[in-house]
């Protein structure tokens, strides 16, 4: 059987995959990372294995050691709080929403440590890589990365900027978001002036601070099991998005195209994914107009459905295929 | 462009696709959704020369035409069509390949007073097939009770979207079908026909349309219209009617009398859906017949340039003995770009612009 860990909102992806396992009559089973926390009783072994049940009595479904797990998602990383909690003060508000995160997270790792199989696409331990191991592990794979540094000091910051005059800020881990009066904000990556610069104070919150590559393009690479799906996007002749292909312009979108990979830049992204120990995941490059390859960052855990489709690939397929050859080997 | 180092290129993004027409051609903008017309003449440049040094073009047309070809690329460059490169075998050209994991991907189930429809039976037997849209046709009135009963049916399923297609009835208010929408997100659509006046509005909280027709919908004879505002410029239809039907592939139809057919408005029946199961008659070559009767295959539709973005129809024919004869209720004429009743838009004037700069054919 094959047994997809996902997260209940905003999955076309995931609905567009069982489509073809449901089609290609291959027996699938999803549960979703909130559902094995809220929706499950945790029976601790006591000399004797750990029984999972589910919480509403019916029939507890669970990947055994011949399944083939997909571990697409888990769930936002929002803890469930109770909007009347009289708490004292935003200091408290931010220490229970954190211990609330930490008890889910242990749930979590319990899960995942009770699923026994070998077979498993995309990996649970590693959907939140860390930006900067995965920029060196680039590196030792052969690939261009830009010059970074991450400071708190305006004084090396400065140092830095000698060598590289042209700089971005990026965040170290995920972007962050905010609502605010009905809209929604993202962080995005951002260029560096002469006046924010002088502006700082002589230290700041760490940052990650990388030399800015000029773009011809970006690649978009979808990667799964050896095999490399790159699309090409045209973030530069628009403004919004020159610096951050991400602050979509809807009106006029980016061209998305697809674009076939040198072999040699094919074979390096094979092998960063084997020391990131990756099976799946989504490769950010830029392209110069130069003609060279950097190498900027890892998403694990797929947004494929925005090179599929564009590219016309059916990697919703792929996918599929892929579940059900390991799962009948 | 006249700064461009020699080694540069010019090519179409690859989801920019020139169609010939018999007396003009189109550029397909699939990722943005808008088409253009162009010269037959342009076309033909852009088959033979897109990818190749501009000088090549020019020179095999022995420099006669180079103001054409020069106003023909900063046509392409302006409308952001095409993009210079030094590496064209990166750019591969786009999979016109179509395929679904959706057995059925829509479905459309007409109802009179008269009907007897088994509305879960019917629902449940789509979701096993994977169908992703239905619209749900009542030509005549509809209790709240039967639509709410319909819509939980589509809760428990595979299916996607749901259409409501209802006559006008005082006691259906706006408020009320506003509760639906927003009790069921599978609801995108309702259409009000035989209302008393016309209106059309998004509800953008619900992601669904409300739209009020005078038109009285009383039949199934009220379809298969074409025109340019049915057209659809994206990569979903372009591929799948490369080799198939835009209106019939992966549809069932089932009319008033429960009859299974390949559109409610056909004349053929599969079976009846109260003894016979959908996925028989889906099964069966005849009926999946119609599916791949493809506009390269129809008459006229076949040099005609919006074939691959037009909804065709098989039910209203030109000849009725003749399956892949070209669409009645259509009105354009591909061998003389004309609609019967073309009005100014500013797409055609631009048209006549680029046509008339090339009044000599270019030929090789």
């Given at each position: 059987m094959i047994f997809i860990i996902s997260q209940a909102e905003g999955e076309h992806s995931t609905v567009a995959v069982m489509d073809w396992l449901h089609y290609k009559n291959a027996h699938h089973y999803r549960i979703n990372g909130l559902d094995a926390i809220l929706r499950h009783t945790y029976l601790l072994g006591n000399g004797n294995e750990t029984r999972i049940e589910r919480t509403d009595n019916t029939d507890t479904?669970?990947?055994?050691?011949?399944?083939?797990?997909?571990?697409?998602?888990?769930?936002s990383g929002k803890a469930?709080?109770?909007?009347?909690?009289?708490?004292?003060?935003?200091?408290?508000?931010?220490?229970?929403?954190?211990?609330?995160?930490?008890?889910?997270?242990?749930?979590?790792?319990?899960?995942?440590?009770?699923?026994?199989?070998?077979?498993?696409?995309?990996?649970p331990s590693k959907d939140a890589l860390n930006k900067l191991e995965v920029l060196v592990a680039a590196a030792q794979a052969g690939m261009d990365i830009p010059r970074s540094i991450v400071t708190s000091s305006k004084q090396h910051l400065l140092e830095f900027r000698q060598s590289v005059p042209d700089i971005i800020v990026k965040s170290l881990c995920n972007p962050a978001m905010y609502s605010y009066e009905g809209s929604n904000y993202v962080s995005y990556t951002a260029t560096f002036n002469e006046a924010q610069l002088a502006a700082l104070p002589a230290?700041?919150?760490?940052?990650?601070?990388?030399?800015?590559?000029?773009?011809?393009?970006?690649?978009?690479?979808?990667?799964?099991?050896?095999?490399?799906?790159?699309?090409?996007?045209?973030?530069?002749?628009?403004?919004?998005?020159?610096?951050?292909?991400?602050?979509?312009?809807?009106?006029?979108?980016?061209?998305?195209?697809?674009?076939?990979?040198?072999?040699?830049?094919?074979?390096?992204?094979?092998?960063?994914?084997?020391?990131?120990?990756?099976?799946?995941?989504?490769?950010?490059?830029?392209?110069?107009?130069?003609?060279?390859?950097?190498?900027?960052?890892?998403?694990?855990?797929?947004?494929?459905?925005?090179?599929?489709?564009?590219?016309?690939?059916?990697?919703?397929?792929?996918?599929?295929?892929w579940l059900i050859e390991k799962d009948q080997a | 462009m006249s700064t461009m180092p020699n080694n540069q290129v010019w090519m179409l993004f690859?989801?920019?696709?020139?169609?010939?027409?018999?007396?003009?051609?189109?550029?397909?903008?699939?990722?943005?959704?808008?088409?253009?017309?162009?010269?037959?003449?342009?076309?033909?440049?852009?088959?033979?020369?897109?990818?190749?040094?501009?000088?090549?073009?020019?020179?095999?047309?022995?420099?006669?035409?180079?103001?054409?070809?020069?106003?023909?690329?900063?046509?392409?460059?302006?409308?952001?069509?095409?993009?210079?490169t030094d590496t064209p075998d990166h750019f591969p050209k786009i999979s016109l390949e179509w395929k679904s994991a959706l057995h059925i991907t829509n479905a459309v189930i007409d109802t009179t007073i008269h009907s007897n429809h088994d509305y879960n039976d019917i629902i449940t037997q789509l979701s096993q097939l994977g169908c992703?849209?239905?619209?749900?046709?009542?030509?005549?009135?509809?209790?709240?009770?039967?639509?709410?009963?319909?819509?939980?049916?589509?809760?428990?399923?595979?299916?996607?979207?749901?259409?409501?297609?209802?006559?006008?009835?005082?006691?259906?208010?706006?408020?009320?079908?506003?509760?639906?929408?927003?009790?069921?997100?599978?609801?995108?659509?309702?259409?009000?026909?035989?209302?008393?006046?016309?209106?059309?509005?998004?509800?953008?909280?619900?992601?669904?349309?409300?739209?009020?027709?005078?038109?009285?919908?009383?039949?199934?004879?009220?379809?298969?219209?074409?025109?340019?505002?049915h057209f659809r410029t994206n990569i979903e239809l372009f591929t799948e009617a490369q080799?198939?039907?835009?209106?019939?592939?992966?549809?069932?139809?089932?009319?008033?009398n429960g009859n299974i057919k390949n559109c409610p408005s056909a004349t053929q029946a599969f079976g009846n859906v109260q003894h016979t199961s959908l996925e028989s008659v889906i099964s069966q070559s005849a009926f999946r017949k119609a599916w791949d009767i493809s506009k390269d295959k129809t008459a006229v539709c076949k040099d005609c340039e919006f074939r691959y973005m037009c909804v065709d129809c098989r039910v209203f024919v030109a000849d009725e003995n003749d399956p892949y004869s070209k669409p009645s209720k259509c009105s354009y004429d591909p061998y003389t770009a004309q609609w019967l009743n073309e009005t100014e838009n500013p797409q055609s004037k631009l048209f006549r612009t680029l046509e008339t700069t090339s009044s000599t054919p270019v030929t090789n």
């Open positions: 479904i669970l990947p055994s050691k011949t399944d083939t797990i997909w571990f697409r998602r888990w769930m469930t709080m109770f909007s009347s909690l009289e708490i004292g003060g935003d200091a408290n508000l931010i220490n229970v929403y954190n211990f609330l995160r930490k008890e889910n997270a242990t749930i979590r790792e319990y899960f995942l440590h009770n699923l026994k199989t070998n077979k498993t696409l995309g990996n230290t700041f919150h760490p940052s990650l601070v990388q030399e800015n590559i000029p773009k011809a393009y970006e690649l978009r690479v979808f990667y799964l099991d050896g095999a490399c799906y790159a699309m090409a996007i045209f973030s530069q002749s628009n403004n919004q998005t020159a610096v951050d292909f991400r602050r979509y312009d809807r009106a006029t979108p980016n061209r998305n195209v697809p674009y076939k990979l040198p072999a040699e830049l094919s074979a390096k992204i094979g092998r960063l994914m084997q020391l990131i120990d990756l099976n799946c995941g989504s490769i950010d490059i830029v392209r110069t107009p130069e003609g060279k390859y950097y190498f900027l960052e890892v998403n694990p855990v797929g947004q494929f459905g925005m090179v599929s489709f564009p590219c016309n690939y059916f990697l919703e397929e792929k996918i599929a295929d | 690859s989801c920019c696709i020139p169609v010939k027409g018999s007396r003009r051609s189109l550029i397909y903008d699939l990722q943005r959704g808008r088409y253009y017309f162009i010269p037959n003449a342009m076309y033909e440049l852009i088959t033979l020369y897109e990818g190749k040094p501009l000088e090549e073009a020019k020179a095999a047309y022995q420099h006669e035409h180079d103001a054409v070809i020069d106003q023909y690329i900063a046509f392409l460059f302006n409308n952001e069509l095409a993009f210079h992703a849209a239905l619209q749900c046709r009542f030509y005549e009135e509809v209790t709240l009770t039967a639509i709410t009963s319909i819509l939980a049916a589509a809760k428990q399923s595979r299916l996607r979207s749901v259409e409501l297609v209802i006559p006008y009835q005082q006691t259906i208010t706006e408020p009320v079908l506003d509760t639906l929408m927003q009790e069921n997100k599978r609801l995108n659509s309702i259409i009000i026909h035989s209302a008393p006046t016309a209106s059309r509005q998004l509800k953008p909280a619900f992601n669904a349309t409300l739209v009020y027709t005078t038109e009285v919908i009383n039949d199934a004879s009220h379809c298969g219209f074409i025109n340019a505002s080799a198939h039907n835009s209106c019939l592939n992966r549809k069932v139809g089932i009319d008033v």
